[in-house]
């Protein structure tokens, strides 16, 4: 039943013609009305996902009034809904813990049972049996330990949503932001829409935490969209959980036989057009596959939207049956869930104060007002410094960004995007919005050096301060 199911899917012509084209020569013009004000806050967060909740905790524990404001029902964004359970490294290159703060809080509220990764004592080792072990479980690079832990989705949803409601900030989901409230230059709120149709938060700060960028361009603030094609970047897929699996006897399978390996990707690439690896989850019976990575598509239009959504679908069934057919250990795989929340690595980035470069960070550079580091890409490269002016709207006073959509090159993004860094950005925009709110301040006149007093106390990691230049 299942397989003829899937036939007829198959059958079916699921590009992106299937997604309904707009009409392009119709125009309706919506009228002017009144609507009512929800209610007035001190820092307003627009998106739920890593970045928005560590913005909204950290602007409420510096005592703010904030409101978040998350289009679905739960929080955690793409590292939850859009199942991307594989955190990225938080170490450096000698297994010290560089991103923490936030992101230590949440991973560290998680049960022992909803999480895989490395003890403390195993971070920064070159010892190649850990490391071996470790790779195939997404928690070594290069042969260095990581710690960059696999978790369960749903208990990173209460982990989030726990900080959240504990740091006191006012949470409303179900609220899609749609339009900013911008007067002279400076931020006053945003509107959302919910099933109670159209209303206003008024804020003296704004974060845009959407990802997408959604607010600041409202704003009109400047952004960058161009992309790096040399990377996945760019791409676009729906994520999959399977369960029935037994991963240690995949593992076992690719280390045992790499011939038998080769020949079951390659068959699979004639199969299936394109063939997705599974990853280890938190559990040896689920499988997570990071989605077919499909190209050519635009995370701001709607129609493009739909077909990646139809698209990713028809692959995870032709996956499903490929690998019950020919994969040890998933010969009793079924369909757990495919992510609710599409995953979009890239869209709109803030063109801020500041801009964190490939040139910067390869010379070893440091900002002045530095909030933060990030581990880098090579051995060879220090933790790349992560500038307060990177979240900062250049045009628009008190807006900011944290998290995916935050100024830097394509070649930047390719890691300021993963969740700890946007754990990280989004703690210091909380921090930094609500220092402007306490000293009635612009933001951009904010002084770093009280950012980063909060930051510490709020258990961030950071170098002392730095002149601005390359290493001395
Ligand atoms: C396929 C894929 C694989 C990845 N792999 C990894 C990995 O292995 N490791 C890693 O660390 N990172 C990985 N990433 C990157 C990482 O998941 C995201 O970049 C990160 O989650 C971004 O966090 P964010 O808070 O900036 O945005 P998001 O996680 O996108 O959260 C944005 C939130 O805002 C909400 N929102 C959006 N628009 C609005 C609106 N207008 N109004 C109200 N709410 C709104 C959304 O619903 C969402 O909850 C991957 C991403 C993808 C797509």
């Known amino acids: 039943m299942a397989g003829r199911r899937a036939q007829l899917l198959f059958a079916a012509p699921c590009d992106r013609m299937r997604a309904m084209k707009p009409d392009p020569t119709n125009v309706y013009h919506e009228p002017a009305r009144d609507i009512p004000i929800y209610r007035r806050a001190g820092v307003l967060v627009a998106g739920g996902g890593p970045a928005g909740c560590a913005a909204a905790t950290a602007a409420a524990r510096c005592g703010a009034d904030v409101a978040l404001v998350e289009r679905f029902g739960h929080l955690g964004g793409l590292a939850t809904g859009g199942l991307v359970i594989w955190i990225d490294r938080m170490t450096d290159w000698d297994g010290q813990r560089v991103i923490a703060g936030f992101a230590a809080d949440v991973i560290d509220r998680l049960p022992k ?169 938190w559990r040896n019976d689920v499988a997570l596959f990071m989605g077919p990575k499909l190209s050519g598509y635009s995370p701001l239009s709607v129609a493009d939207l739909t077909a990646v959504e139809i698209e990713s679908r028809r692959r995870m069934l032709a996956h499903l049956d490929y690998f019950r057919r020919t994969a040890p250990g998933f010969e009793k795989a079924w369909i757990m869930l495919s992510a609710p929340q599409i995953g979009t690595r890239h869209a709109r980035r803030l063109a801020g104060l500041k801009r964190i470069c490939q040139a910067d960070w390869k010379s070893g550079l440091r900002h002045a007002d530095e909030i933060g580091l990030s581990p880098s890409l090579s051995p060879n490269l220090v933790s790349v410094s992560i500038p307060l002016g990177s979240l900062v709207a250049r045009e628009v006073d008190n807006l900011l960004a944290a998290g995916r959509n935050i100024s830097c090159d394509p070649q930047s993004h390719l890691f300021m995007r993963e969740i700890p860094q946007c754990w990280l950005t989004g703690q210091a925009a909380g921090v930094a919005a609500a220092l402007a709110v306490r000293s009635g301040q612009r933001v951009k006149d904010v002084p770093v050096e009280a950012v980063r007093a909060e930051l510490r106390r709020q258990g961030a990691f950071l170098l002392p301060p730095a002149r601005e230049g390359p290493p001395a």
Request: one cysteine or more; aromatic letters at 10%; a negative charge.
């Open 113 to 281: 049972e909803a999480l895989i990764g490395p003890p403390e004592a195993a971070w920064g080792s070159r010892a190649p049996e850990l490391n071996a072990y470790w790779q195939e479980r997404a928690a070594a690079w290069r042969g260095v330990v990581t710690w960059s832990p696999t978790v369960d989705p749903e208990y990173l949803k209460l982990a989030h949503l726990d900080l959240v409601l504990e740091s006191k900030a006012n949470l409303l989901l179900h609220a899609w932001a749609v339009e900013a409230i911008v007067e002279d230059q400076r931020m006053r709120g945003v509107v959302f829409e919910s099933k109670e149709g159209r209303q206003a938060i008024l804020a003296e700060v704004v974060v845009d935490a959407t990802g997408d960028g959604d607010i600041f361009a409202r704003a009109g603030a400047g952004f960058d969209t161009d992309i790096d094609e040399t990377t996945i970047h760019h791409r676009m897929n729906v994520a999959w959980l399977w369960c029935g699996v037994d991963m240690e006897r995949w593992i076992q399978f690719k280390q045992d036989d790499p011939q038998a390996y080769a020949g079951f990707l390659e068959k699979g690439r004639e199969a299936l057009e394109w063939i997705e690896r599974p990853h280890v989850a």
